[in-house]
């Protein structure tokens, strides 16, 4: 086990942790010493109950723990709306330019408003009472992490955490998020650069890793790093370290690995692009999060697009139609192909080699032996 605050609190021997929403990928890399992370906010509590069975029957008794998103801010917070509500409230505007985008491309835009109930799990999950249905389900496995996106922890993700013995992480692309994530009590940081994937803020891993540990330093504050955003070597996570994290939570890394269930057209897409080939939009889900660039984030970048919706409205135009373009990718259809994308980092530049999930593991462990030993002897010259 390596001398690392995360490895002490979350029983692990490398504290590298991997969010994905493919279950095959945390339960390879919590056997292979680091901790996965699984992406649980599209999922109902059943259909929760039923992948967390899995992992814990195939991840060899290692800790892995859960991911959800419980904003701060979104449309409709607090309301009791129905996924037919919220699916009214959706200008005709915005889904008819989705439907346009499909067409310039040969792709069959009917049938999106009937597809759109199906991300209801999304917005309800969002709710603190979705995310408490989904804790409960949570609680009956052996979960040894909590973490949350975009905002301070429910109250109840935070009292169930501590009921449980289980520490509750928190994302944060700011000094000051930060600041008030130590305050409201959460147990380890996140802290996401604006290179990674997905959902994220504007400043930058290198400058945000240190700004944060000296925020904390001055304030008493002893809350534990994991650096996020574009960490896709051993190298950066050397360096992240060496800047005050106590380990790296990584993302996009996975998504190119031979477990991930990514749609095999946007993974060989990224084992071509480079470091430039993203866009950090709110086209998508209606915060800023970067993904892998094409004609259907061209688009929505125009001058003459509409301005995109609010959380999670936005992700209600954007995903019945991305659905749509992945299936038909899938299948050959070479508009498809082009429109397809997902959430990725700009460290997609150093991912140009398909690997297992656990390979990535210990590629990640050898990558940050050999920058230890350049930086001791260095000191040592």
Not at 103 to 109: F, G, L, R, T
Request: proline share 6%; charged share 20%.
């Amino acid at each position: 086990m390596m001398n690392s605050p995360i490895c002490e609190m979350l029983d692990i021997e490398f504290p590298l942790l991997a969010f994905s929403h493919c279950r095959d990928v945390v339960a390879a890399v919590s056997k292979a010493g680091g901790m996965g992370v699984f992406g649980a906010v599209n999922l109902s509590p059943d259909r929760l109950r039923e992948e967390l069975d899995w992992i814990d029957k195939n991840c060899g008794g290692k800790p892995y723990g859960i991911d959800l998103i419980v904003p701060n801010k979104f449309e409709g917070k607090g309301e009791k709306r129905t996924a037919s509500d919220i699916a009214a409230a959706l200008p005709e505007q915005h889904k008819a330019f989705a439907a346009h985008i499909l067409e310039d491309h040969d792709v069959d835009a009917s049938g999106l408003d009937e597809s759109r109930g199906i991300s209801s799990n999304f917005a309800n999950n969002m709710q603190a009472e979705g995310a408490a249905s989904s804790l409960e389900a949570a609680f009956e496995y052996p979960i040894k992490l909590v973490a949350n996106a975009l905002g301070v922890p429910p109250p109840i993700m935070l009292e169930l955490g501590k009921k449980h013995g289980v520490p509750v992480a928190a994302l944060v692309g700011a000094k000051e998020h930060a600041i008030a994530q130590v305050h409201a009590g959460v147990d380890i940081l996140v802290v996401a650069g604006g290179e990674a994937g997905g959902h994220c803020g504007e400043v930058s891993t290198m400058v945000l890793v240190p700004e944060i540990a000296r925020g904390l330093e001055a304030i008493g504050a002893d809350t534990p790093i994991l650096a996020a955003g574009g960490i896709t070597t051993g190298e950066q996570m050397a360096a992240a370290m060496a800047m005050g994290a106590a380990g790296a939570w990584c993302g996009s890394v996975w998504l190119t690995t031979a477990e991930a269930e990514t749609n095999p057209v946007v993974k060989e897409k990224m084992l071509a692009a480079t470091s430039r080939d993203t866009v950090r939009s709110r086209s998508r889900t209606g915060k800023p999060s970067r993904q892998l660039r094409s004609p259907w984030t061209d688009a929505w970048e125009a001058e003459d697009a509409p301005k995109p919706l609010p959380m999670p409205l936005q992700s209600l135009i954007s995903e019945p139609a991305l659905r749509q373009i992945d299936k038909l990718s899938q299948g050959g259809h070479e508009g498809a192909k082009s429109l397809a994308t997902y959430w990725v980092g700009q460290g997609v530049g150093l991912m140009n080699q398909s690997m297992s999930a656990g390979d990535v593991v210990q590629q990640f462990k050898e990558e940050f032996a050999a920058a230890y030993e350049r930086l001791a002897g260095a000191i040592g010259g």
